[in-house]
């Protein structure tokens, strides 16, 4: 095979690249980087197909070409706004075909799509909006009132569209020529807020160039025609359901099956209904579907390319799965960051299993990826086969940093290489395993929890005098919230654990607050004062 370039790195591919004899054999060690935008590669599909099924809507069907138009009169609706190229239109829903025409219209004015999640509460609203500094806010009506309208007036948004009223809404505006603004490969398409060392969420700012890419690795790796049929089990709003659910639809041409949002026996519904090939989701989505009692009756045999992503998968949960619903789930690996995908499981493989950990390979890296292991304490040092650090990226589909935070960004790179702070481990033969984390961040359900924010609304009780807050291993959500807490001497008696989880569920998304709550004397600390979560783990 000889020496061959890589994002204008000469290496042995063999030597420092071991993974590549795994690949199979349809996809090519190198695949090319992305030579339009998402929105130039969906009209280009639209105009191909326009006929074409693009989305199945619970008993719906809208084609590619219809698609389009209401994509083109969002455009209208925002050009008649003065809403322009570098703008950012805030999409708050769930599942629905307006998240697919809020995002191609704002595209089409050469905006910046930014995805917020459905679960989020008053206090996360108001965060993300001012940072993103969104002009335009597609929302979601019946938590308006009580959760984005009383901040508004601390952002910069103008305009506010609903989901239930939006078509209806832009069928009288009429596309025009000037509307539509060039966007380049470079141009950001999405901000995706993700959380790290700080615990402050920032926006990684998601290139076209860099979705587009491993948009045609899914194509590639998953080998997706118009034939096959994509279940939108992934939130849309998280980077899965943006890259291997949105853009892998417009990309291949096969139809994406949306049914508003995760409930197990609705997806049992939609896999009878309309015989979805491919999925990719959370390990706690495909649990949910095999323990659902419709399961043992459902027809499953339609989904033969089953991958998950987002969270640690046990190897008796996948085989469970493969008993109960015939397919194998491959697992895979990525971060908002790298925009999804940076390791996958061949189509037509099996992951390995490591003895040591007993853990289930995330897989191996993609094609143009650079991979490797780091000291995650000296991250200029290399480490080999066998050894656990820190897993370390490189390549195309690396974002190029986080919205207006400059240090934070300079904090997630060392030598051009983005350091994931994930704690991993790559055998001799190439496959990748996850064995542990560097930060104390809490990945329930494929969602990332930073323990401070839950901690904070903890806080606002008046009955909490201290509390810490750890992520425990849980069978259905890989992880759970937990949290120790120490009550003011007056409250002892009066609260329950109940009462504390009650609390928070009000103020917080779903997947944040706390599940399990333990009152202790006090919280354990360092000499400093600092909480020792670690202390806290070990019981």
């Known amino acids: 095979m ?5 994002e204008g790195v000469r290496i042995q591919p063999l030597t420092q690249f071991p993974w590549l004899r795994h690949y199979d054999s349809f996809v090519p060690h190198q695949l090319p980087l992305a030579a339009c935008s998402l929105i130039d590669q969906f009209e280009q ?39 322009a190229s570098g703008d950012r239109v805030a999409v708050w829903m769930q599942n629905d075909p307006e998240f697919l025409v809020a995002v ?3 595209w089409k004015r050469g905006c910046i799509a930014v995805p917020l999640s459905a679960m989020f509460k008053q206090k996360e609203m108001e965060y993300h909006l001012r940072d993103s500094g969104a002009r335009v806010l597609v929302a979601i009506r019946g938590a308006f009132e009580q959760h984005a309208a009383p901040v508004l007036g601390s952002t910069a948004v103008e305009q506010t569209l609903f989901v239930d009223e939006l078509l209806d809404s832009l069928a009288s505006e009429q596309p025009r020529p000037d509307q539509r603004v ?27 160039r860099n979705i587009g890419f491993n ?46 949002r995760f409930d197990p026996g609705r997806t049992i519904e939609m896999i009878e209904r309309w015989r979805p090939t491919l999925s990719l989701g959370a390990i706690t989505a495909y649990i949910a579907l095999m323990n659902d009692p419709a399961a043992p009756h459902a027809d499953f045999s339609s989904m033969v390319k089953v991958f998950t992503g987002g969270a640690p998968v046990a190897p008796a949960v996948a085989a469970q799965f493969e008993a109960r619903c015939g397919a194998y789930i491959h697992n895979t690996y990525g971060l908002t960051e790298s925009n999804s995908p940076s390791h996958i499981t061949p189509l037509n493989q099996r992951g390995p299993v490591d003895p040591n950990y007993g853990a289930l390979a995330i897989g191996l890296p993609i094609p143009n990826c650079e991979a490797k292991i780091v000291d995650a304490a000296d991250p200029s040092r290399d480490l080999p086969a066998g050894e656990t650090g820190e897993n370390a990226l490189r390549g195309p589909m690396i974002f190029p940093g986080y919205w207006n935070k400059p240090e934070a960004t300079a904090k997630a790179f060392h030598n051009g290489w983005f350091l994931t702070g994930d704690i991993a481990m790559m055998d001799p033969e190439g496959w990748f395993y996850i064995v542990d984390r560097k930060k104390d961040m809490i990945v329930a359900s494929g969602y990332k929890v930073w323990p401070r924010d839950v901690e904070d609304v903890l806080y606002q009780h008046p009955a909490v005098k201290e509390a810490a807050v750890i992520g425990v291993p849980d069978e259905y959500r890989g992880e759970t919230v937990k949290a120790f807490v120490a009550l003011s001497a007056e409250w002892i008696g009066r609260v329950a654990p109940e009462d504390l989880i009650a609390h928070c569920r009000e103020r917080m998304a779903a997947y944040k607050y706390p599940r399990q709550v333990e009152f202790v004397p006090e919280i354990p600390k360092t000499a400093t004062g600092k909480f020792l979560r670690r202390s806290l783990r070990s019981q």
């Open 2 to 6: 000889g020496d061959r370039q890589l």
């Open 182 to 208: 060039p966007a380049s490969p470079d141009a950001i398409a999405y901000l995706v807020y993700t959380s790290g060392t700080t615990g402050d969420p920032k926006g990684a700012m998601c290139l076209h």
């Open 104 to 106: 191609y219209g704002a």
């Open 215 to 260: 948009t045609e690795v899914f194509r590639t790796w998953m080998r997706v025609t118009p034939a096959d049929r994509i279940l939108g089990i992934a939130p849309l709003f998280h980077i899965t359901g943006l890259v291997a659910q949105i853009s892998l639809s417009a990309l291949s041409g096969a139809p994406l099956i949306l049914y508003h």
């Open 45 to 83: 599909t639209a105009a191909a197909m326009p006929e074409a099924p693009a989305i199945h809507h619970f008993d719906r069907t809208i084609p590619f070409g219809e698609l389009n138009g209401w994509a083109e009169r969002f455009a209208a609706r925002l050009s008649r706004w003065g809403i």
